[in-house]
């Protein structure tokens, strides 16, 4: 039972445009939510959050989009740049559990010149 | 540069043997995770310790999966017997108890088993 998706294995976009990246999540208890990204042969690092009290947290070209009643989170990254190509896994929470996570599958993104 | 290291980064074994996994924390960190990564089910949370002490590992197969940690700078994971349906990549990550952000991950041990 995947409580957290990413439905989109791979995105490709070109340099200087938007990318958005999309994770979907089904146990409404989750009030937490990172961005991790990830480079082969590395760990993943981690990225942006957001807390369920906001909709939106920015952070340079990365923001981070909270629906909560979709159950829909997304990361936009305006501009894209080539060094931005890696994995991208969505990662939640529940509140007094911070340090246990579920992760997504992962999506890939390419940013081509 | 403080990173999480974990060895081996590559381990090619045959079916039922023993294999362990290495992982040193960041020093000062009191939680440490290992995960497992798929292609189908991504990150997997499979254990973790908070000063040393398992608190959770429901992720983990029992009957074949140990984690441990002797002491404060290593974390062990062990496979025995191993099976074709282990590989993949295990991370491990340590961090603060409460703050997710800091949650640092290794480079990871790619696991293939034949």
């Known amino acids: 039972d995947q409580q957290v998706k990413q439905n989109s294995p791979s995105l490709s976009v070109q340099e200087g445009r938007i990318s958005i990246l999309n994770c979907d999540y089904t146990?409404?208890?989750?009030?937490?939510f990172l961005w991790y990204k990830k480079y082969p042969a590395e760990g993943p690092t981690f990225l942006i959050s957001?807390?369920?009290?906001?909709d939106k947290n920015e952070d340079g070209r990365f923001t981070v989009f909270l629906n909560k009643s979709a159950k829909h989170l997304s990361l936009h990254i305006v501009p894209s740049q080539p060094g931005d190509s890696a994995v991208y896994f969505c990662a939640a929470s529940v509140t007094g559990t911070a340090s246990k996570l579920t992760f997504g599958t992962g999506t890939r993104l390419q940013v081509t010149l | 540069d403080a990173r999480v290291t974990q060895t081996p980064r590559d381990k090619v074994t045959e079916m039922g043997q023993e294999v362990t996994m290495r992982c040193q924390p960041i020093l000062g960190h009191n939680t440490v995770f290992w995960y497992r990564q798929t292609m189908m089910q991504g990150l997997e949370l499979l254990a973790y310790f908070r000063n040393r002490a398992p608190l959770d590992d429901s992720g983990m197969p029992k009957d074949r999966f140990s984690a441990e940690m002797p002491d404060a700078t290593l974390a062990t994971l062990k496979i025995q017997p191993s099976e074709p349906r282990d590989s993949a990549v295990y991370f491990c990550?340590?961090?603060?108890?409460?703050?997710?952000?800091?949650?640092?991950f290794g480079p990871g041990t790619r696991l293939l088993v034949l």
């Open positions: 990550a340590s961090g603060l108890s409460t703050l997710a952000e800091t949650q640092y």
């Open positions: 146990n409404s208890m989750f009030d937490y």
């Open positions: 957001i807390s369920s009290i906001k």
